[in-house]
């Protein structure tokens, strides 16, 4: 079995990563998130998670790895929402998804010396209404500092959410079931070190 790296500095990955019974080791790979002019959202995601993995991959002295790199954009009206600048940028996000629904895009990327493997996946997530002082009690938490689109589904922003159809995986970052299949056409297994595994 190839042994797995994350490029990614997020928890949320590695917990579910983890949630799944992989083994792996995390990598720092920074690269330029700037969106290409006339690029899809769809493009979008899925050249930052191959460029995550293979700038991963650059990092290993070991032939045999496999890196895996994932990127996830919050879209509403074919606009990206990234990360806020700030309050006012938050405040601005979060206004604009009150009481509508919005899609959320994650694409993963598994890459090794021989190969590059890529999936999208897309989920929609509807919101209630928002109150302009939720939004501000929400900011002051801390937790959409650094979340695409200004949010974190498994968090706080819970309640905010009236329905999801989809990947919830996917949506707070990793999509579970599209990751095994990819992990397994790698030769790497799922739930490893469980009763019966032979790896």
């Excluded at 009481?99 to 598994?110: K, N, S």
């Excluded at 999208?120 to 501000?136: D, G, H, L, M, Y």
């Excluded at 949506?171 to 595994?197: H, K, M, N, Y």
Aim: hydrophobic share 40%; proline share 5%; with cysteine.
């Amino acid at each position: 079995m190839p042994p797995l790296f994350l490029a990614s500095g997020s928890p949320r990955r590695r917990e579910l990563l983890t949630q799944i019974g992989v083994r792996f080791t995390v990598l720092s790979a920074q690269i330029d998130e700037t969106p290409h002019s006339e690029e899809t959202p769809t493009a979008y995601v899925e050249r930052l998670a191959r460029g995550k993995a293979q700038a991963g991959l650059a990092l290993l002295t070991d032939d045999q790895g496999c890196v895996l790199g994932a990127d996830t954009a919050v879209v509403l009206d074919g606009h990206i929402l990234g990360k806020p600048r700030d309050e006012a940028d938050a405040q601005s996000m979060l206004t604009a998804l009150s009481g509508r629904e919005h899609e959320v895009l994650t694409a993963i990327a598994l890459v090794s010396q021989q190969r590059c493997e890529t999936r999208v996946v897309s989920s929609r997530v509807r919101f209630r209404s928002i109150s302009t002082a939720e939004i501000q009690t929400y900011w002051a938490s801390g937790e959409p500092q650094d979340k695409a689109g200004s949010y974190a589904i498994q968090g706080l922003a819970a309640i905010f959410v009236e329905g999801l159809h989809g990947s919830y995986s996917a949506v707070v970052g990793l999509p579970l079931c599209e990751t095994a299949e990819l992990l397994s056409r790698f030769g790497i297994p799922c739930w490893q070190g469980q009763e019966g595994d032979k790896s």
